[in-house]
């Protein structure tokens, strides 16, 4: 069973709506990569819908070690924000924020009517969003001589390696995308050949 992927979204969905009571909760998911990104996105839907009342939102960002976050945005403690990542969880999702914007219909819903609320208007927009599966990988630089190239490119081709960056001017050099799981054999494989360099590298 493979532990390097993960599932997250690929672009943002339509936005969905969901209405009870007069109160109109328009859900909104976006790919994210870092927290930093979750504040311009919420300053933008907050102008575009400025005379609404409440702008909720959860994510969930990182791969290994997840940050999450809930937001009840004034709304009663934990009926908002945690409706909303529990659907955000409920996909095995990550790397993904949902805002739920609500429009006050004058009438009261109580904790469950917003619970509910929130939790389907999150639904709706997950429900309505692409799911991608992506593949956690790692660099690996090998620096090598003439005479070893037609060994490393048999190694690339045996594992069909792709090759992010080659320069084969004065040395060879080639950095390849690694899938994590595979990660320790492939290196394994280029450290065999004792004259290679072999190094892994942060993106």
Not at 7 to 12: D, H, L
């Amino acid at each position: 069973m493979a532990t390097d992927t993960y599932y997250t979204i690929e672009k943002p969905p339509e936005p969905a709506i969901f209405k009870d009571r007069k109160s109109k909760f328009i859900g909104y998911a976006y790919p994210v990569q870092h927290t930093d990104q979750v504040k311009p996105i919420i300053d933008h839907l907050k102008k575009e819908h400025h005379s609404a009342r409440h702008w909720c939102y959860a994510y969930r960002i990182g791969i290994k070690n997840i940050a999450e976050r809930a937001n009840d945005d004034g709304e009663p403690s934990n009926s908002a924000g945690i409706p909303i990542l529990n659907q955000i969880k409920s996909k095995n999702l990550t790397n993904v924020l949902v805002i739920v914007v609500r429009y006050f219909g004058g009438v009261k819903l109580g904790v469950g009517g917003l619970i509910n609320a929130y939790k389907t208007a999150a639904q709706m927009v997950l429900d309505g969003a692409e799911i991608v599966e992506k593949i956690r990988t790692k660099n690996l630089q090998i620096i090598f001589s003439y005479n070893d190239m037609n060994k490393v490119m048999r190694i690339i081709k045996e594992f069909q390696l792709d090759i992010v960056k080659q320069d084969l001017q004065e040395k060879g050099e080639i950095i390849l995308s690694v899938r994590l799981d595979d990660f320790d054999q492939i290196a394994k494989k280029f450290n065999q050949i004792h004259t290679l360099k072999v190094k892994p590298i942060e993106k």
